[in-house]
């Protein structure tokens, strides 16, 4: 049985209260209404802006080699865009952007690792269901197609999704990646990530993006910031 999701109304960081429980077992959830210290990747700060928006953690604690945690990104970036809708994309690794461009949900993966496999993932989760912070990339679910949803329902549903899309990445790798294809803004564009540009043409078992050049060179980028160019 999965442990109920928590919900809580303001802390610092979904992700921080996780990490700090260390014996937290798998599926264990967190939801908050409110952050003040949310983090983005890269140090980067994660704005939640008053409204019913999503704010949640999930521990994962997959038997798996590191090698397997940005699969685990693209499992739940496929989850999280699910339950936005069918309008939504994902921009790799993990962006999900609504049909402008703009970004309606971020994910955060932090690992812990015990002998060269993974002790434990914490997952998080930001879904601007229905306030976006005052950021021209920003949007939210509920200005960008007008449907009022229950935030606790679709916290509940997503969570389901993570634990569900993970659990594939182990024995069905190749599912996994057919899902985040089929729902990537990023393959067959034009784009730039750092000194590369060129045109994405798909990703790997890594989770790696492949980048063909002007020059027809072919780059495989591990890390980064995509830029849409086309
Ligand atoms: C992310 O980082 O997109 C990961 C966001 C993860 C947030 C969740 S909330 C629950 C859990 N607890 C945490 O403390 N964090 C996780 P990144 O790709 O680095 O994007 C951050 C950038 O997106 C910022 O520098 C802003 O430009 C922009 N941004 C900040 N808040 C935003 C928002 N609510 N909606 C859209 N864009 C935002």
Known sequence: MRPPLEIVAVTGSTNADLREREHAPHGTALLADRQTAGKGRLGRVWESPPGANI???????????????????????????????????????????????????????EMETLGGEIDRVIMGVGINVAAAPPLPTAASLLEIDGLSRDRDELAR??????????????ADPESVLED???????????????????????????????????????????????????
């Open 157 to 170: 549903e997503l969570v389901g999704g993570i634990l569900s899309g993970t659990s594939r990445v182990g």
């Open 180 to 230: 985040w294809r089929a729902r990537s803004s990023t393959i067959g564009a034009a784009v730039r990530v750092g000194e590369v540009s060129g045109v994405a043409t798909g990703i790997d078992a890594e989770g790696a993006l492949w980048v063909l050049d002007d020059r027809g060179q072919r780059h495989r980028i591990l890390a980064g910031d995509v830029e849409m160019i086309g």
């Open 55 to 109: 704010q949640l953690s999930v521990v994962l604690r997959p038997a798996l080699p590191i090698a397997r945690v940005p699969m685990l990104c693209l499992a739940t970036a496929v989850a999280v865009a699910e339950v936005c809708g069918e309008i939504y994309r994902i921009k790799w690794p993990n962006d999900v952007l609504a049909p402008d461009g703009r970004k309606v949900a971020g994910i955060l993966a």
